[in-house]
């Protein structure tokens, strides 16, 4: 991008917001847009108490109070400079014909590593900063067609890296948690999650890895679904490690969440695993969102994540531990004390709704299975694929980023391990073991849910609260990585409440593939028994 083409970019963006801030001054009241679902917004439209303009409007105001300013989020690295028009055109549309789509007018978030044909994609890091890709990923291709409008993309943790925070070459500082502005997001999807969780937009777009949507959904009090490996396409998404990638939906509701997996799913030419999904996607996602259902469904509480109290841990604040996040993580199963609080008061709650809950059961051999999976390099030959369709990027090969120097300096030792190894990972000489664990890990889990019958497994997301930013020391606690991203099974998280009274936590529910539908009643009904998900402190109303 020329410096002519970036300042006009930037006074494009100023431009905006100096529109944005005349017309909420020109506004008799501030419209309170905290917690507006899509539905709500939608019975809006139609009443006319509100436009898209007026929406998009009063969301770049909060962007601008609070992204940058007050508690200083830091979720944004790019604002849309044409959200604005794109609401008007939209406003006019909905005046001659009706909504466009189930997402008509809705403002949205969209993670840095989805490609978006009009504004930079960066995957966090400076190597790609200002770059514009030919087209747009497959889901934001289907969530603009429904009538969705981008705001913004979010930070991650560069290259989607780390499940642990969410910092990034391109934009300075972490992004911060709007529960505790000294805690993290936890990653790599934690702009999104905490731009969400802000009221910054309504619903946005994560991926997945190892934890990166349900992790950042459990930190912030939200929900996010990673769905079978093959519901949705990850064609136009910078990959991490394509065997366990996914992108899929934050919001704060269950509902929000299942109309965003009505748009993006289907099946892509671009993304052969998207074959797999034919004949598992229901018509409507939503239809599965009954309360009544949730009655008699049985979810096994796999304790054998979360097993052991953590005698050292008794105070507000979690212990330093001295606990490196391994490379390769196993299933945690110690778990502070207040997490395990709301775990139980969570199953209590459940089979008050009418769940029959079975506690609990036990995966054999979890430890085994787990440590028999290979370490099979993948970035490299996953990313420079992506690379070699964007021959407009400053940068044809890992290696030469790696040598540009244009990244966080926590990745240097990744990015130096991972160019050693070009090998498409079929033809790496531990591949058949790899499938071989695949396949015995998702027998001896399908195994288990057979056995009792059961419609979930259930344990927390995280055994801990959201550590401090900096602290590596603490007991990281993410349970994500255990079980789902190796099977390519689904696993939502939902918010259960909050420790110490102020830090979120989240439940995770894990069905069979393409188990979707039966997971969406649980969550549903559980979040209907429960109505854990509260507004953060940080970001109030705009007066």
């Given at each position: 991008?020329?410096?002519?083409?970036?300042?006009?970019?930037?006074?494009?963006?100023?431009?905006?917001?100096?529109?944005?801030?005349?017309?909420?001054?020109?506004?008799?009241?501030?419209?309170?847009?905290?917690?507006?679902?899509?539905?709500?917004?939608?019975?809006?439209?139609?009443?006319?108490?509100?436009?898209?303009?007026?929406?998009?409007?009063?969301?770049?105001?909060?962007?601008?109070?609070?992204?940058?300013?007050?508690?200083?989020?830091?979720?944004?690295?790019?604002?849309?400079?044409?959200?604005?028009?794109?609401?008007?055109?939209?406003?006019?549309?909905?005046?001659?014909?009706?909504?466009?789509g189930p997402l008509h007018g809705i403002p949205m978030v969209v993670k840095d590593n989805y490609d978006t044909f009009d504004l930079p994609t960066t995957n966090g890091t400076l190597a790609f900063k200002g770059f514009m890709p030919p087209n747009d990923a497959f889901q934001i291709k289907k969530i603009r067609e429904a009538g969705a409008i981008i705001?913004?993309?979010?930070?991650?943790?560069?290259?989607?890296?780390?499940?642990?925070?969410?910092?990034?070459?391109?934009?300075?500082?972490?992004?911060?948690?709007?529960?505790?502005?000294?805690?993290?997001?936890?990653?790599?999807?934690?702009?999104?999650?905490?731009?969400?969780?802000?009221?910054?937009?309504?619903?946005?777009?994560?991926?997945?890895?190892?934890?990166?949507?349900?992790?950042?959904?459990?930190?912030?009090?939200?929900?996010?679904?990673?769905?079978?490996?093959?519901?949705?396409?990850?064609?136009?998404?910078?990959?991490?490690?394509?065997?366990?990638?996914?992108?899929?939906?934050?919001?704060?509701?269950?509902?929000?969440?299942?109309?965003?997996?009505?748009?993006?799913?289907?099946?892509?030419?671009?993304?052969?695993?998207?074959?797999?999904?034919?004949?598992?996607?229901?018509?409507?996602?939503?239809?599965?969102?009954?309360?009544?259902?949730?009655?008699?469904?049985?979810?096994?509480?796999?304790?054998?994540?979360?097993?052991?109290?953590?005698?050292?841990?008794?105070?507000?604040?979690?212990?330093?531990?001295?606990?490196?996040?391994?490379?390769?993580?196993?299933?945690?199963?110690?778990?502070?004390?207040?997490?395990?609080?709301?775990?139980?008061?969570?199953?209590?709650?459940?089979?008050?709704?009418?769940?029959?809950?079975?506690?609990?059961?036990?995966?054999?051999?979890?430890?085994?299975?787990?440590?028999?999976?290979?370490?099979?390099?993948?970035?490299?030959?996953?990313?420079?694929?992506?690379?070699?369709?964007?021959?407009?990027?400053?940068?044809?090969?890992?290696?030469?980023?790696?040598?540009?120097?244009?990244?966080?300096?926590?990745?240097?030792?990744?990015?130096t391990q991972q160019v050693q190894d070009s090998l498409n990972p079929s033809t790496h000489k531990d591949y058949p073991a790899y499938l071989q664990a695949q396949t015995d890990l998702q027998t001896a889990v399908l195994d288990l849910m057979d056995s009792y019958d059961l419609d979930a497994l259930a344990y927390p997301t995280y055994n801990y609260p959201?550590?401090?930013?900096?602290?590596?020391?603490?007991?990281?606690?993410?349970?994500?990585?255990?079980?789902?991203?190796?099977?390519?099974?689904?696993?939502?998280?939902?918010?259960?409440?909050?420790?110490?009274?102020?830090?979120?936590?989240?439940?995770?529910?894990?069905?069979?593939?393409?188990?979707?539908?039966?997971?969406?009643?649980?969550?549903?009904?559980?979040?209907?028994?429960?109505?854990?998900?509260?507004?953060?402190?940080?970001?109030?109303?705009?007066?």
């Amino acid at each position: 991008m020329t410096m002519k083409t970036t300042s006009n970019h930037l006074k494009g963006i100023c431009s905006m917001l100096l529109v944005a801030m005349l017309c909420l001054a020109a506004c008799e009241k501030v419209l309170d847009l905290e917690e507006l679902t899509i539905d709500q917004i939608h019975s809006m439209m139609e009443s006319g108490e509100i436009t898209a303009e007026q929406l998009v409007t009063g969301y770049l105001a909060r962007i601008q109070a609070y992204d940058k300013n007050g508690p200083y989020i830091n979720s944004i690295i790019t604002v849309n400079p044409n959200a604005l028009d794109r609401a008007r055109e939209l406003d006019i549309q909905y005046q001659k014909s009706g909504f466009s789509g189930p997402l008509h007018g809705i403002p949205m978030v969209v993670k840095d590593n989805y490609d978006t044909f009009d504004l930079p994609t960066t995957n966090g890091t400076l190597a790609f900063k200002g770059f514009m890709p030919p087209n747009d990923a497959f889901q934001i291709k289907k969530i603009r067609e429904a009538g969705a409008i981008i705001l913004g993309k979010t930070n991650l943790a560069e290259f989607a890296s780390s499940g642990a925070f969410t910092v990034s070459s391109v934009l300075p500082g972490y992004t911060r948690n709007p529960y505790d502005l000294r805690r993290v997001t936890a990653g790599s999807s934690g702009g999104t999650a905490a731009a969400i969780a802000a009221n910054f937009a309504v619903l946005g777009l994560g991926t997945d890895t190892g934890s990166s949507i349900r992790g950042p959904s459990s930190h912030q009090s939200l929900v996010g679904f990673r769905t079978t490996m093959g519901l949705s396409s990850r064609d136009g998404i910078a990959p991490l490690n394509l065997s366990r990638d996914i992108g899929g939906p934050m919001a704060r509701t269950v509902t929000d969440a299942a109309i965003l997996l009505n748009v993006i799913s289907g099946p892509d030419p671009a993304d052969s695993i998207t074959a797999l999904a034919t004949g598992h996607i229901p018509d409507n996602y939503t239809h599965f969102l009954n309360e009544n259902d949730f009655q008699g469904k049985r979810i096994g509480v796999l304790r054998q994540l979360f097993q052991e109290p953590d005698p050292q841990l008794t105070g507000p604040e979690p212990a330093a531990i001295n606990s490196e996040e391994p490379t390769n993580p196993q299933p945690p199963t110690k778990v502070h004390p207040e997490v395990l609080r709301l775990m139980n008061r969570a199953l209590d709650d459940m089979t008050a709704a009418g769940a029959q809950i079975i506690d609990s059961v036990t995966i054999p051999h979890l430890d085994s299975l787990q440590a028999a999976f290979p370490s099979i390099p993948r970035l490299r030959y996953d990313f420079e694929n992506y690379l070699s369709s964007r021959p407009e990027l400053p940068h044809q090969s890992l290696r030469e980023i790696l040598e540009s120097g244009d990244y966080h300096p926590y990745l240097r030792y990744n990015l130096t391990q991972q160019v050693q190894d070009s090998l498409n990972p079929s033809t790496h000489k531990d591949y058949p073991a790899y499938l071989q664990a695949q396949t015995d890990l998702q027998t001896a889990v399908l195994d288990l849910m057979d056995s009792y019958d059961l419609d979930a497994l259930a344990y927390p997301t995280y055994n801990y609260p959201p550590r401090l930013t900096g602290d590596l020391n603490t007991i990281y606690g993410a349970n994500s990585s255990s079980i789902s991203p190796p099977t390519g099974f689904p696993a939502f998280n939902v918010p259960m409440g909050f420790s110490f009274g102020s830090l979120p936590a989240g439940l995770q529910l894990l069905g069979r593939p393409f188990g979707e539908p039966t997971l969406l009643t649980i969550a549903y009904g559980y979040e209907q028994a429960t109505k854990h998900r509260r507004r953060p402190p940080t970001t109030p109303a705009l007066k």
